[in-house]
């Protein structure tokens, strides 16, 4: 079997992993669609008091809100991904069984978290966005071209979103517990990623420092590209040079931690 | 099932909650440096709702018309309620995990009221994080708004806290109760309890006409914080309601208490166990 399908039939076991929980997506689509609703009614107050905040008209502030509704399970903003599966199987020791697969560590996870991030869009993005475009004015390009260009950003934040939460999940080799890595991973991904608010509405300084650090490839990058705020090679760019810097830090971390650290036996 | 009612019955759900919640408050001091992260780490998460808001008054001076102490002492009253729900029935979302593993029945053989068992579950002292950045905002907001207090102001406060605690406790039961229809879908409480609080962190002007008569009528979330603090702000009533309904959140409590008691028994008679 050559590695490619090997991969390959990792990230469709991925796929039909969260794909099996019916209930739980539909609940998940609820809930998106409720908070979506409520940051809707405040953004639209905000850009009320100050029209043209960070650039945006106001239909450019709902689409940036029902795309964070889209995105935030598939880019697992808070944390809850793949990483989450590999901080227990480090701390439970069952990593050793994942060490001896004749298969690459990151690549192996990274795949199945591409397939779950997948799924999620497919089957929990798409509807909170679609109800958003019904139910509120949004600035949607009607050309093919941004949104081609916007696919190609969500694979990029898709590989860096994974990228960091694969290094904050090795830290569990150190650490052991993983209570406070998925505490700060949950706190800085949604305030970071622009959850809270656009990156590009940040005031001053604050805001020159977040649209550098990685987490603006997630949601940042896309929603700009996609309603034609930044030029898409740009943002390609700035997403690939982190993806590379971050999976390069975690391939480092890795062989780190397989080499000096003792695994957890039960 | 049948149960025996009386006052003993109150009295023995409230020793079981707290002999359970006591033994989950011994088992997570038992690592005392992780608990204080963990109590300062959810003083953090649930403070971003409030950095959001800060960020916006960084570029605007009133939102839908209000000032920033203003939605901060929404915010506090918003925050501080939900939190004391979400510390002593917060853990119900565990239930429906409970009745998928099939360890759920095992709460049903003990001699203690369910309800007090399920809501002790899984206790977590570390929550008093978030009603700590509640109270910390409200008594921000108390000192920098400007209110011509009185004694019936100043005595709408702590009911206002308690009242909007048990409506957001009834929540959570309710939500517990609707596990036992859907098991996987317990996030769907969430869009109410934690949606509920974000929203209430907001004016009502903010909200469109008809967002807000759904939040006053059928979910009455409006108790909690908008209405009474209508009348300690000296605002416009939401919808232009009487304004006796300042003083109403008590009753609204009540009244959902007993239909969230309603909606759990029903939920309780209807369980049928996994049987494997």
């Keep these: 079997m050559g590695s490619g399908r090997l991969y390959l039939a990792v990230a469709v076991g991925g796929f039909r992993r969260y794909a099996t929980y019916r209930a739980a997506t539909a609940a998940g689509i609820f809930t998106n669609t409720v908070f979506g609703v409520i940051l809707v009614y405040t953004y639209l107050a905000l850009w009320d008091e100050k029209p043209h905040l960070g650039g945006y008209d106001q239909a450019q502030a709902v689409t940036y809100v029902w795309l964070g509704q889209c995105l935030y399970a598939t880019l697992a903003i808070q944390g809850g991904g793949a990483e989450k599966d590999l901080m227990e199987r480090i701390r439970t020791g069952d990593i050793a069984v994942d060490l001896y697969r004749p298969a690459d560590l990151q690549l192996w996870w990274l795949a199945g978290d591409v397939g779950r991030a997948l799924f999620q869009m497919l089957g929990r993005g798409v509807i909170p966005f679609v109800f958003g475009a019904v139910f509120f004015p949004m600035a949607l390009p009607t050309d093919v071209t941004p949104w081609a260009a916007f696919v190609v950003t969500l694979l990029l934040a898709t590989v860096v979103s994974f990228a960091i939460r694969y290094l904050a999940a090795l830290s569990v080799f150190w650490l052991m517990d993983a209570m406070g890595v998925n505490q700060a991973l949950m706190i800085t991904g949604i305030f970071f990623s622009g959850m809270v608010l656009p990156l590009n509405a940040f005031p001053g300084a604050l805001g020159e420092i977040v649209r550098v650090l990685p987490w603006a490839a997630q949601l940042q990058m896309p929603a700009d590209v996609l309603m034609g705020e930044t030029d898409p090679l740009r943002a390609y760019a700035f997403q690939a040079a982190w993806a590379v810097v971050l999976l390069a830090a975690g391939r480092l971390v890795q062989s780190a931690a397989t080499r000096r650290v003792v695994v957890q036996g039960g | ?276």
Excluded at chain 2, 148 to 154: G, I, L, M, S, Y
Excluded at chain 2, 195 to 222: C, E, H, I, N, S
Aim: proline share 5%; net charge positive; charged share 15%.
């Design chain 2, 1 to 276: 099932m049948a149960e025996p009612f009386g006052g003993s019955r109150a009295g023995e759900a409230l020793r079981a909650y707290r002999l359970i919640a006591g033994m989950w408050i011994r088992s997570s001091m038992t690592y005392r440096a992780s608990f204080v992260v963990t109590v300062f780490g959810n003083l953090l998460v649930t403070g971003l709702d409030f950095v959001a808001i800060l960020l916006m008054f960084s570029q605007v001076d009133s939102l839908g018309g209000w000032s920033l102490p203003e939605v901060a002492f929404l915010y506090g009253l918003s925050a501080t309620a939900f939190g004391l729900a979400d510390l002593t029935f917060g853990s119900m979302d565990v239930l429906g995990r409970r009745m998928r593993d099939g360890s759920f029945d095992i709460l049903l053989v003990r001699p203690a009221p369910v309800l007090a068992q399920v809501a002790a579950d899984h206790f977590a002292l570390r929550r008093l994080g978030r009603i700590t950045q509640g109270v910390l905002v409200l008594g921000w907001g108390l000192l920098t708004v400007d209110v011509d207090w009185t004694t019936a102001k100043v005595l709408l406060l702590p009911v206002m806290l308690v009242s909007g605690g048990v409506i957001f406790c009834a929540l959570f039961v309710a939500g517990a109760a609707f596990q036992f229809l859907a098991q996987d879908a317990a996030e769907v409480q969430n869009a109410f309890t934690y949606g509920g609080t974000t929203l209430l962190q907001y004016p009502p002007t903010v909200f469109g006409k008809d967002f807000v008569r759904g939040v006053t009528f059928m979910l009455p979330l409006a108790f909690v914080n908008w209405v009474p603090a209508a009348y300690v702000l000296e605002r416009p009533y939401p919808l232009d309601l009487p304004r006796w309904t300042s003083f109403a959140s008590p009753l609204v409590a009540v009244a959902c208490c007993a239909l969230a008691g309603l909606a759990w028994r029903a939920g309780l008679r209807s369980y049928r166990s996994t049987g494997s």
